[in-house]
């Protein structure tokens, strides 16, 4: 018979409570874990308010914001999902990465990559961008990074109003077992259908 260190005898009830208190530790343990990745990473670290960027589209079109991205310098790392913070009337249609080992982006231009830039090679008529080497966000899995390689974001957004902003990206990822979000910190807005509105709004 086993007992307490007070010399009273430990029941089955007893090994059940300690049984369902140690499950309930781990479980709470393991849920603050996933809860809260970490900001810094291999895809390097969060950022808060660098910029921002404003751009006009036609009314009713999409816009792309291709003037982010970053790199791996870390373990293979698996993209989970890419979100707006912050979003008022502005929707994420799409967003792609795209293999970059030159030194310019796409930037910011009306309607769906690749837009009619493509060069001889197939690819859009920015050197090193390797749009038919891209992968959708969500799912995606990016290798290990050397040098000035990185990888383009490529975000297709719709403004739902005249206006429409968020305050920052979110990347969610994981690498080597760990859970990680990068906070790209660039604002952007969209107006549509209104070619001065960013400079109507001090832009």
């Known amino acids: 018979m086993t007992v307490h260190g007070d010399g009273a005898p430990v029941t089955r009830h007893d090994r059940l409570l300690a049984a369902l208190a140690g499950a309930l530790a781990m479980l709470a343990a393991a849920c603050s874990g996933a809860a809260t990745p970490g900001a810094d990473g291999p895809f390097g670290a969060s950022a808060v308010g660098v910029g921002g960027q404003c751009f006009p589209t036609p009314r009713g079109d999409v816009g792309t914001f291709a003037d982010l991205s970053f790199g791996n310098s870390g373990a293979p790392a698996r993209i989970t999902r890419v979100t707006l913070a912050d979003a008022r009337h502005l929707r994420l249609v799409a967003a792609w990465i795209v293999p970059v080992t030159g030194t310019d982006l796409w930037g910011v231009f009306d309607g769906y990559p690749p837009h009619g830039l493509a060069g001889p090679d197939g ?44 305050e920052t990206e979110y990347v969610y990822y994981t690498s080597a077992g760990r859970r990680y979000v990068l906070d790209l910190g660039v604002s952007v807005e969209l107006f549509a259908g209104d070619k001065h509105g960013c400079a109507t709004h001090g832009f």
């Open 123 to 166: 690819n859009p008529g920015v050197p090193g961008e390797h749009w038919d080497q891209r992968q959708r966000a969500g799912g995606a899995l990016v290798p290990h990074l050397r040098g000035q390689d990185q990888e383009n974001l490529v975000l297709v957004l719709k403004p739902t109003a005249t206006e429409g902003s968020a």
